[in-house]
C-alpha cells in the first residue's frame, strides 16, 4: 500500500508541477508576436469576472498577464579603428592649425581642439576626412592642446599635441 501511495505522490506532484510552469489564458481569439526587441500577446473575447488566489496560485480571470520578458536591445559591434596618422602643421602655430591625412580615410571625421583639463574648445566636422583642414585657433591662449581625431562613433583615429604661441 505504501508504496503505490508513494508512487501517486510522486505522479501528482511532477503532473502539477509541469502544470504551474506559466500562465494560461483561455480567450476566444487573440494571438502572439515577437521580434528581435519586442514581444506582444493579446486576447479577444475573454470573459471578464472576478480574482482569486492560494498558497500557490494566483488566478486573474478577464486579463491576460502574461510572463514578463525583458529583452536587452543589442549593441553593434564597431571594429577597432586603425590609427591614422595626420600631418598637423605648422606646430606650434598663431593662427591657423592645418590638418590632412597621410592615407586615405572612409567617411566623415570629427577634429577637436582639446585643452589639458578635457575642455573641448573647438569641435569641426569634416564631410570628407581626406581634404586639408584648417583650423582657427587666433582666439585662444597661448598654451599646449590635444588636438583629437575621431570617427563619427567617437572611436579616436588619431591625437596629437599642439602648442599654441602668441
Known amino acids: 500500500m505504501k508504496p503505490q501511495f508513494l ?3 510522486v505522479a501528482f ?3 502539477e508541477g509541469y502544470s504551474q510552469s506559466g500562465p494560461t489564458v483561455i480567450s476566444a481569439a487573440g494571438g502572439s508576436g515577437t521580434t528581435e526587441n519586442v514581444a506582444i500577446e493579446w486576447t479577444i473575447g475573454e470573459p471578464i469576472s472576478g480574482s482569486g488566489s ?15 520578458l525583458v529583452v536587452e536591445p543589442t549593441v553593434p559591434v564597431i571594429a577597432p ?18 590638418v590632412r591625412p597621410l592615407s ?25 576626412a581626406n581634404e586639408l583642414q584648417q583650423i582657427d585657433i587666433s582666439r585662444l591662449a597661448p598654451a599646449t592642446y590635444l ?8 572611436a579616436v583615429i588619431s591625437a596629437s599635441r599642439i602648442v599654441k604661441v602668441k
Open 7 to 9: 508512487l501517486s505522490l
Open 13 to 15: 506532484a511532477a503532473i
Open 54 to 68: 492560494g498558497t500557490s496560485m494566483l488566478l486573474t480571470q478577464g486579463f491576460e498577464q502574461p510572463v514578463l
Open 81 to 98: 579603428v586603425a590609427s591614422t596618422k595626420f600631418s598637423v602643421f605648422p606646430n606650434p602655430a598663431n593662427a591657423v592649425l592645418n
Open 104 to 128: 586615405t580615410l572612409n567617411g566623415r571625421v570629427v577634429i577637436s581642439l582639446v585643452d589639458l583639463n578635457g575642455n573641448v574648445l573647438i569641435s569641426k566636422q569634416a564631410n570628407s
Open 147 to 154: 588636438l583629437r581625431i575621431t570617427n563619427i562613433y567617437g
